[in-house]
């Protein structure tokens, strides 16, 4: 089972800056990584798949980039509405489908 | 639009069963796989099932293969998902959610999800 380690735990940023997000895997995903988005209280929404496609409606200021084991998720300028949990999410060995322990972006 | 809605969720004791459903609308299920994805209190989402577009094909996670079945009827819209032998450390919230199926393959990406119906395992 491929290991998804998500870094930091939590991120406390300030609107307006910019977000880097960490997802490193136990071993090569190739670019079958994907991100999801999930505010309190709601289900996850996919962000980005093979690690770096925007899934549809989803703004510009979101961008994935990696291959291999190590992938970033960037939010260039925070938006009031991006402080949420981030989740990783690989699809190259599976079954499982496993998934990282999330990365929380706070209002600093 | 898109939407997938759960039920059948509540608490049980440990070692009964429970069935959920998941009700999806404005899009052609038949054309769809779908998995079900289960998240504890505060922790990340743990895979549970996909059963392929047609039902030909289950997958499961290790933690519930043997304790759990992944259904569909396409003539009725509706997926399941039946859980028997149930333990504490099932305890979460379920989700359905959408595979983005292409030409008919499920490609492990979950595009959209439903709201999530909550199962406590508790005596």
């Known amino acids: 089972e491929i290991v998804l380690t998500q870094s930091p735990a939590t991120l406390s940023l300030s609107p307006g800056e910019r977000a880097t997000l960490s997802c490193r895997a136990s071993?090569?995903?190739?670019?079958?990584l994907a991100w999801y988005q999930q505010k309190p209280g709601q289900a996850p929404r996919l962000l980005i798949y093979d690690a770096s496609i925007r899934a549809t409606g989803v703004p510009a200021r979101f961008s994935g980039s990696g291959s291999g084991t190590d992938f970033t998720l960037t939010i260039s300028s925070l938006d009031p509405e991006d402080f949420a949990v981030y989740f990783c999410q690989q699809r190259r060995n599976w079954p499982p489908l496993t998934f990282g322990g999330g990365t929380k972006v706070e209002i600093k | 639009q898109v939407q997938l809605v759960e039920s059948g969720g509540g608490v049980v004791q440990p070692g009964r069963s429970l069935r959920l459903s998941c009700v999806p609308s404005g899009f052609t299920f038949s054309n769809y796989a779908m998995h079900w994805v289960r998240q504890a209190p505060g922790k990340g989402p743990e895979w549970v099932a996909v059963?392929?577009?047609?039902?030909?094909?289950?997958y499961y996670a290790n933690s519930v293969q043997g304790r759990f079945t992944i259904s569909r009827d396409n003539s009725k819209n509706m997926v399941f998902l039946q859980m028997n032998s149930l333990r504490g450390d099932d305890t979460a919230v379920y989700y359905c959610?959408?595979?983005?199926?292409?030409?008919?393959?499920?490609?492990?990406?979950?595009?959209?999800w439903g709201q999530g119906t909550l199962v406590t395992v508790s005596s």
């Open positions: 071993q090569s995903v190739s670019d079958y």
């Open positions: 059963i392929s577009h047609d039902g030909s094909k289950t």
């Open positions: 959610a959408r595979d983005m199926t292409t030409n008919g393959e499920a490609v492990q990406l979950l595009d959209y």
